[in-house]
């Protein structure tokens, strides 16, 4: 399942890209706004760790949001 969240001025790039691969891991890419370039990406391999890399590239309340929607 792959979902990218525009964010704005509130995330690196703009724009996070999330990609659950299997058994619960991440890759995460911050792309920029206009160019849709990747600037900054990472794997995480669990829904915490996506949580506090999140926080790190954007704020606690996108990190919360984008969170949320992959634990369903």
């Not at 990218?4 to 792309?31: D, H, M, Q, R, Y």
């Not at 706004?33 to 590239?57: A, C, M, P, R």
Request: net charge positive; charged share 25%; glycine share 6%.
């Amino acid at each position: 399942m792959q979902k990218t969240f525009k964010i704005g001025e509130s995330a690196i790039g703009g724009i996070i890209k999330v990609n659950k691969l299997n058994k619960g891991a991440f890759k995460v890419e911050c792309l920029d706004y206009n160019t849709k370039e990747i600037v900054q990406w990472s794997y995480v391999y669990s829904i915490e760790h996506l949580f506090d890399y999140l926080e790190q590239v954007s704020t606690h309340y996108f990190a919360d949001k984008i969170t949320n929607h992959f634990k369903n």
